[in-house]
């Protein structure tokens, strides 16, 4: 069948003036026919030079022929012994084309074998590391539930008064527990929702009740690293559908992100746009940047862009792969635009209550 469709294609070629007005035969799927009847001893080669020189000379009068018909013209050849030289080349081009096919669907197999290894490979690592790391983190969750209530009676002086520098000590103590309990939370977070136990439960909210909170959080903690802080939000918004516990943690990690990547004096910003039948919800900052080849990396688990001894920033590389996560299951998605030495603005559209996205 593929010799017909060959034939078919090379009639259309014709047709359609691509090729010259030749007869169609077999002899147009052969290469090198000439040097074909040479090696079977059906041509010698002097006949083959005196061929060659006759379609050139029919070619240069407008008469183009192959070299067959050249042949047969000038009688070097009979029509039998020429049937039978094309039709061995066009079985043995068959034969070639076969083993081709042949060799080619056995490479497939077996790298689409090895594909799959590889991908139940890669699902069984992840399995394993996403137990790891509930596990840990839940063993570590209980002696630091020990710290916890000891640095508190300690900060309360309920074991005896402190002095400035052991108060001092306490405070700085705290913090640290503080930010050692955020990071085994997330990694809790994080294994069970990379088990697929991500419970997202939608509902109307009132925006600007909720954006109140993050503001005043988000106000805090760039007044701590003296960073001006800007809102950005209409005094009117509708209710939009969303998780009201999931929905503050995904602002205040991305405002968090901000302020961390923020060289002190810049600047973050907070804002609300309402487009259409969605409300978008922005963190813009004028920090470090992210260079754009880069940017698909910031959400890969457990990644920083510096992986370095010497990072500055710290963290686990899960707040925005859990945030994708999140919004995600909004259906939505993160939106990042950044330029590396200019800050980031990083957005995600929620619903309005009552509205349909379909459209």
Not at 178 to 183: E, F, K, M, P, T
Not at 277 to 302: C, H, M, Q, S
Not at 307 to 328: D, F, N
Request: proline letters at 4%; a negative charge.
């Amino acid at each position: 069948m593929a010799l017909y469709a060959i034939l078919a294609e090379k009639k259309l070629e014709v047709q359609t003036g691509m090729l010259p007005d030749l007869s169609l035969s077999p002899e147009l799927l052969v290469p090198r026919l000439g040097d074909y009847l040479v090696k079977r001893g059906l041509l010698s080669p002097d006949d083959l030079i005196q061929a060659l020189a006759y379609q050139k000379k029919m070619c240069d009068g407008g008469q183009s022929k192959l070299i067959g018909k050249a042949l047969l013209e000038l009688n070097l050849i009979s029509r039998e012994a020429l049937d039978q030289a094309v039709t061995e080349q066009i079985l043995q081009l068959q034969l070639a084309l076969q083993r081709a096919n042949d060799e080619l669907e056995a490479r497939v197999r077996e790298r689409t074998a090895e594909l799959e290894h590889a991908m139940n490979r890669l699902a069984e690592l992840n399995q394993l590391k996403s137990n790891f790391v509930s596990n840990v983190s839940h063993e570590l969750r209980t002696p630091l539930i020990h710290l916890k209530g000891y640095i508190e009676l300690l900060e309360e002086q309920a074991l005896g008064d402190l002095n400035p520098q052991q108060a001092d000590a306490v405070r700085v103590m705290k913090k640290a527990e503080n930010r050692l309990g955020n990071l085994i939370e997330n990694l809790i977070q994080f294994s069970t929702y990379s088990r697929g136990s991500l419970d997202i439960q939608l509902a109307p909210l009132d925006l600007l009740e909720i954006m109140g909170d993050v503001l005043e959080k988000a106000r805090n903690r760039c007044d701590e690293k003296s960073l001006h802080f800007q809102t950005k939000i209409p005094p009117s918004i509708p209710e939009v559908l969303a998780d009201a516990q999931m929905l503050p943690w995904v602002l205040l990690h991305m405002v968090d992100n901000a302020v961390k990547f923020t060289p002190e004096g810049g600047a973050v910003q907070v804002g609300a746009i309402i487009n259409g039948a969605v409300v978008k919800l922005y963190v813009y900052d004028t920090g470090i940047g992210i260079a754009e080849e880069k940017i698909n990396e910031i959400f890969e688990p457990f990644h920083q862009l510096d992986s370095s001894s010497t990072r500055r920033y710290g963290g686990t590389g899960l707040g925005l792969a859990m945030a994708r996560q999140i919004v995600e299951a909004h259906g939505s998605d993160i939106v990042v635009r950044s330029r590396e030495g200019e800050g980031s603005y990083f957005e995600f559209a929620l619903t309005i209550a009552g509205k349909d996205t379909s459209c």
